[in-house]
């Protein structure tokens, strides 16, 4: 038996608030874009820490981290813990952040009290979840996992030409070993929840069963650029137009069928203000929890880009840009996770993520589930994001008990 360990809540909290001022912006969020020099700094802090508490830190060709720490019984998988240290532009100080530093957290408990677990420990920090920098995003699971090969990660580039391979060579993360070849007996990662249901019920912590289905797009809509002031309404090829009318269909298709729908980027060409726009280019987002609701939305949605384009006597163009199919999490992960709340004595409720992390591509290669931790009003991707030191050490603390619950299963 084991005596109680005790996550340091401040220990944590410090972290939290130290790596933050690595690419700290004015407003008090962060920009560390993936694989960029910020990036470079926060893995090499990572490094340093890790291996101060004895752990070994392997990279693989993805560049992604893992720190591992020896248990009694070397031969069996190591239990992992995870998420990211990379950001949005105006990112937060705890989405993705708070899964790897609440690892560390548990980790320098087991150090500090001198706590061997049965099987070996890992924790990782994947490559570019964020996909802000490098589009689709969970770039380094789904290599891990083999949704995406190292070659298609390699030759993504930014909006600079730079290729995602070529930058990883640049802070010189890349790694020898091949993406997968350290296998997981199970894999759990703590995430604010990012959405204000935990908020709104009071709640500190949810149990995550599983992710949404999620499919992106890169979409274009072609008409013909003319004279603003001399060219009749009627005369017009308007791509402006017609993507305005489709973004309105769009919208109401999800609403409908209650689902997501998210038109992030916008860019119209040739960008003149007394030009009619003759090209608009756009990305969509569309999630929902079921698969076969998500293809109907999707469906429509080409219809409805479809319909507006001829309208305006415009061709359209839609290209899949990543398709993340509905995932479940493992029943006996979740279970721990349970057990860890009840055996905290934490109301807390079951959740689904309406958010892609790299759990979703853990999922299909090992035992996995999610710990959500309350963020206030659910603000996230900004740099207003805010969640409390108590929250985050409760948070940390269910990921220690879930871990060792999980490790004494022999």
């Given at each position: 038996?084991r005596a109680?360990?005790?996550?340091?809540?401040?220990?944590?909290?410090?972290?939290?608030?130290?790596?933050?001022?690595?690419?700290?912006?004015?407003?008090?969020?962060?920009?560390?874009?993936?694989l960029?020099?910020?990036?470079?700094?926060?893995?090499?802090?990572?490094?340093?820490?890790?291996?101060?508490?004895?752990?070994?830190?392997?990279l693989?060709?993805?560049?992604?981290?893992?720190?591992?720490?020896?248990?009694?019984?070397?031969?069996?998988?190591?239990?992992?813990?995870?998420?990211?240290?990379?950001?949005?532009?105006?990112?937060?100080?705890?989405?993705?952040?708070l899964?790897?530093?609440?690892?560390?957290?548990?980790?320098?408990?087991?150090?500090?009290?001198g706590?061997?677990?049965?099987?070996?420990?890992?924790?990782?920090?994947?490559?570019?979840?964020?996909?802000?920098?490098?589009?689709?995003?969970?770039?380094?699971?789904?290599?891990?996992?083999?949704?995406?090969?190292?070659?298609?990660?390699?030759?993504?580039?930014?909006?600079?030409?730079?290729?995602?391979?070529?930058a990883l060579?640049?802070?010189?993360?890349?790694?020898?070993?091949?993406?997968?070849?350290?296998?997981?007996?199970?894999?759990?990662?703590?995430?604010?929840?990012?959405?204000?249901?935990?908020?709104?019920?009071?709640?500190?912590?949810?149990?995550?069963?599983?992710?949404?289905?999620?499919k992106?797009?890169?979409?274009?809509?072609?008409?013909?650029?003319?004279?603003?002031?001399?060219?009749?309404?009627?005369?017009?090829?308007?791509?402006?137009?017609?993507?305005?009318?489709?973004?309105?269909?769009v919208?109401?298709?999800?609403?409908?069928?209650?689902?997501?729908?998210?038109?992030?980027?916008?860019?119209?060409?040739?960008g003149?203000?007394?030009?009619?726009?003759?090209?608009?280019?756009?990305?969509?987002?569309?999630?929902?929890?079921?698969?076969?609701?998500?293809?109907?939305?999707?469906?429509?949605?080409?219809?409805?880009?479809?319909?507006?384009?001829?309208?305006?006597?415009?061709?359209?163009?839609v290209?899949?840009?990543?398709?993340?199919?509905?995932?479940?999490?493992?029943?006996?992960?979740?279970?721990?996770?349970?057990?860890?709340?009840?055996?905290l004595?934490?109301?807390?409720?079951?959740?689904?993520?309406?958010?892609?992390?790299?759990?979703?591509?853990?999922?299909?290669?090992?035992?996995?589930?999610?710990?959500?931790?309350?963020?206030?009003?659910?603000?996230?991707?900004?740099?207003?994001?805010?969640?409390?030191?108590?929250?985050?050490?409760?948070?940390?603390?269910?990921?220690?008990?879930?871990?060792?619950?999980?490790?004494?299963?022999?």
């Amino acid at each position: 038996m084991r005596a109680n360990l005790t996550i340091d809540s401040r220990r944590l909290w410090d972290m939290l608030m130290d790596t933050a001022a690595i690419g700290g912006t004015p407003k008090g969020g962060i920009k560390r874009l993936s694989l960029s020099d910020e990036d470079r700094r926060v893995r090499d802090w990572f490094r340093r820490e890790c291996e101060a508490l004895g752990c070994t830190v392997h990279l693989d060709t993805a560049g992604n981290m893992f720190a591992v720490r020896p248990g009694k019984d070397m031969t069996k998988k190591p239990i992992a813990m995870g998420s990211h240290l990379d950001t949005q532009p105006t990112g937060g100080k705890f989405d993705g952040i708070l899964g790897v530093l609440g690892g560390l957290e548990v980790l320098k408990t087991l150090h500090q009290a001198g706590y061997e677990t049965n099987a070996p420990l890992c924790l990782v920090n994947w490559t570019n979840e964020e996909g802000a920098r490098f589009s689709p995003s969970m770039v380094g699971s789904a290599v891990y996992a083999g949704a995406y090969t190292q070659a298609q990660m390699d030759a993504v580039t930014d909006k600079d030409g730079i290729t995602q391979g070529a930058a990883l060579e640049a802070i010189g993360y890349r790694g020898t070993d091949r993406p997968g070849a350290l296998a997981f007996q199970a894999y759990f990662e703590i995430h604010i929840e990012q959405g204000p249901i935990l908020d709104e019920e009071d709640l500190s912590v949810g149990i995550v069963t599983g992710i949404q289905a999620i499919k992106w797009f890169n979409c274009t809509i072609t008409g013909r650029e003319s004279h603003a002031g001399t060219t009749p309404m009627a005369y017009r090829r308007d791509a402006l137009a017609a993507f305005a009318e489709a973004a309105q269909q769009v919208r109401q298709i999800a609403i409908d069928h209650g689902g997501l729908a998210t038109i992030g980027i916008v860019s119209a060409y040739p960008g003149s203000p007394n030009i009619i726009p003759g090209e608009m280019r756009f990305t969509l987002d569309m999630r929902h929890h079921a698969d076969a609701v998500l293809q109907t939305m999707v469906t429509s949605a080409k219809a409805a880009i479809a319909e507006a384009a001829t309208r305006h006597h415009a061709a359209h163009d839609v290209q899949p840009l990543q398709d993340s199919p509905a995932q479940p999490f493992d029943p006996a992960c979740i279970a721990v996770v349970r057990a860890a709340t009840e055996k905290l004595g934490l109301p807390s409720r079951e959740i689904t993520s309406g958010a892609g992390h790299d759990a979703m591509y853990t999922a299909r290669v090992c035992p996995t589930t999610m710990i959500f931790v309350r963020c206030a009003e659910g603000l996230s991707h900004n740099e207003a994001e805010s969640a409390t030191q108590d929250d985050c050490g409760t948070g940390a603390q269910v990921l220690l008990e879930a871990v060792l619950a999980y490790d004494a299963r022999g």
